[in-house]
């Protein structure tokens, strides 16, 4: 370990050189104050990633309160607030200063979501913050002069100001309280016999369709009576909201009157949001998994059985493979996929879901023999999943009146505030018989262990892994499609998700496709990201088993055997 004094020198000593020469600078300097500032990696070229860079503070010298990071939820919210500080103040000084990236700093803080991050940890009394910057250069040339302005006054500023008597202490307080209690609902939801829950004042719709901060002026969510369930949180009071109850949900109401909106509300209440972001109370269970159809997805050896059998072509629906899904098979195997990794909460929305898969109603079942019609429609499953699996089902449905028969709970929006129709709904279902009959269906069974085959995995030591956008992961020739795995929220998710990759294609032998994400999972909440890979990491955010084994299932060079041991 040197002296900051030191860099200065080495970076007098390379002014106007090659830009190579900054590999020079790699290396632990102290700061003073047991601050330690670290260049991992110097970048080839200005246009070329960014460099790496890492400070450690002493936790000690931050002042930081004890009880902000004292339990998993709390340290993984002070951590995530901490980043977003750390950014706030290095991008006030982040401006182009030459070729490329010249003088730029980067710091992957989160949006609306709170998440573990490889970028902040509290480990070991010390605290870490990792980003990047782009060494200045004019051209290929070294600019020493603002890369001393850089590493040696800007940086050491900003880890200075990270220090509780700077921070907004109500602030911070707030972010990891509100982050807690949350978490605390979550956790009293089974308890319950609730899958989601929605307090009153909710802001669900979003800005637009690309921001997800919360839209200005909106329908602020109110439960009716009776579906009101409240909690009492360590922090925030009695808290009082909509529960939707486990078994058969839908959500019903005309056109535009805010049922997908609600829907998604659900479906990203898996994640911790910051406060004021509208949707900080909306809370479900973390085993709730969004399906839909997608037309022209890979799908490998799932056993989509349950609900299409007798293709045309003949092809094997109990080990069904193909590199172009239909609606109705692609959101069949989706589903089987979240039953195989054990999801307990299945959501729909008619508007992204095959009709022909949803339903074949009376007059279709006349015209159609069983014996022409491939497809068990999921109106004939749906009721079996929870008897049988305890998994529910919240759907969104507008138009298929059929579905009343097989509800525990209607929600119909209207305007954007939910009503309980529960209760009218099966009056009209009684009033009002469909005589469509119940397809005579074999039992539903969830689907055996797929096992990986090492031959899935093309990635290589020498390939880059890069994410665009939230729509695709790529590396060497390889892009997996994710932009209808909705749950993925942030791009740092999907860097994550392609290392999990990295990691997985080392290994010759494979568990279960579950157990073998889970434990990954486990071991990602318990222990961070750096151990899936020899070097630190920069970049990821936490993801679920769920997601990732959606972007495998997504993988083209995807094989599997199940243990029936075919392929
Ligand atoms: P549906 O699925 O019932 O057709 P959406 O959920 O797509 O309706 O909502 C329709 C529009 O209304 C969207 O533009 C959405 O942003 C807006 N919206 C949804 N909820 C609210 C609300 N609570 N307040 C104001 N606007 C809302
Ligand atoms: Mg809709």
Not at 329 to 358: C, G, H, P, R, Y
Not at 467 to 480: D, P, Q, R
Not at 487 to 505: F, K, M, P, T
């Amino acid at each position: 370990m040197r002296d900051i004094s030191i860099l200065s020198s080495i970076l007098k000593r390379i002014n106007r050189k090659g830009y190579k020469a900054y590999k020079d600078i790699e290396g632990i300097y102290t700061l003073g104050g047991g601050i330690l500032l670290e260049v991992l990696h110097a970048q080839g070229d200005p246009f070329a990633s960014p460099s790496k860079i890492r400070i450690k503070i002493p936790i000690e010298k931050t002042s930081f309160p004890r009880e902000l990071f004292n339990s998993p939820v709390r340290k993984i919210a002070f951590q995530d607030y901490i980043l977003r500080v750390f950014a706030k103040h290095i991008s006030r000084l982040s401006k182009l200063r030459g070729t490329g990236k010249s003088g730029l700093y980067f710091v992957d803080a989160g949006k609306q979501k709170i998440l573990l991050r490889s970028d902040c940890t509290i480990k070991n009394e010390h605290l870490e913050i990792r980003f990047t910057c782009g060494l200045p250069a004019r051209g290929r040339s070294i600019l020493a002069d603002v890369a001393e302005d850089m590493l040696c006054r800007e940086i050491p500023h900003a880890a200075s100001q990270i220090r509780w008597d700077l921070f907004n202490k109500e602030e911070a307080a707030e972010f990891v309280n509100t982050a807690e209690d949350a978490e605390y609902i979550r956790e009293q939801l089974p308890s319950k016999g609730i899958v989601s829950f929605i307090a009153d004042g909710s802001i669900l719709p979003r800005s637009s369709g690309v921001h997800d901060t919360p839209l200005k002026n909106a329908v602020v969510f109110k439960s009716p009576d009776t579906l009101k369930v409240s909690f009492k949180t360590l922090h925030h009071g009695e808290i009082v909201g909509m529960g939707i109850p486990e078994g058969v949900t839908l959500i019903v109401g005309g056109g535009f009157h805010g049922k997908s909106t609600l829907l998604s509300a659900i479906e990203q209440g898996i994640y911790l949001h910051i406060p004021k972001d509208g949707r900080e109370w909306v809370v479900t269970l973390s085993s709730a998994v969004k399906v839909r159809s997608e037309d022209g997805r890979y799908i490998e050896g799932v056993d989509i059985s349950p609900f299409i059998n007798n293709l045309p072509n003949r092809a094997d629906t109990h080990f069904f493979c193909t590199e172009n899904a239909s609606g109705s098979t692609s959101v069949a195997a989706a589903i089987m996929e979240a039953l195989e990794m054990k999801a307990k909460v299945l959501l729909l929305d008619e508007d992204t879901t095959a009709t022909n898969f949803l339903i074949r109603d009376a007059r279709m079942q006349r015209l159609i023999e069983k014996e022409r019609e491939p497809i068990t429609p999921f109106i004939d499953r749906v009721r079996e999943l929870y008897q049988n699996y305890r998994v529910s089902t919240v759907m969104v449905v507008g138009g298929a009146g059929d579905y009343l028969d097989v509800a525990d709970t209607v929600i119909a929006m209207d305007a954007y505030i939910p009503k309980d129709y529960t209760k009218k709904a099966k009056e009209i279902a009684i009033q009002m018989p469909v005589d469509r009959v119940k397809e005579p269906v074999q039992p539903l069974s969830i689907p055996a262990p797929r096992i990986m085959l090492p031959e899935s995995f093309t990635v290589r030591k020498s390939h880059k892994i890069r994410s665009k956008g939230l729509k695709e992961i790529i590396f060497g020739t390889e892009v997996i499609d994710v932009s209808f795995v909705e749950q993925i929220v942030d791009d740092s998710q999907l860097r994550a998700v392609a290392e999990i990759i990295r990691h997985l294609s080392k290994k010759k032998h494979f568990k279960g496709m579950a157990q073998e994400l889970k434990d990954i999972e486990e071991r990602i909440a318990s222990e961070g990201f750096d151990w899936l890979t020899k070097h630190p990491v920069f970049g990821l955010a936490f993801v679920r088993s769920f997601e990732v084994a959606s972007s495998l299932n997504r993988m083209r060079t995807l094989r599997v055997k199940t243990g029936e041991g075919r392929r």
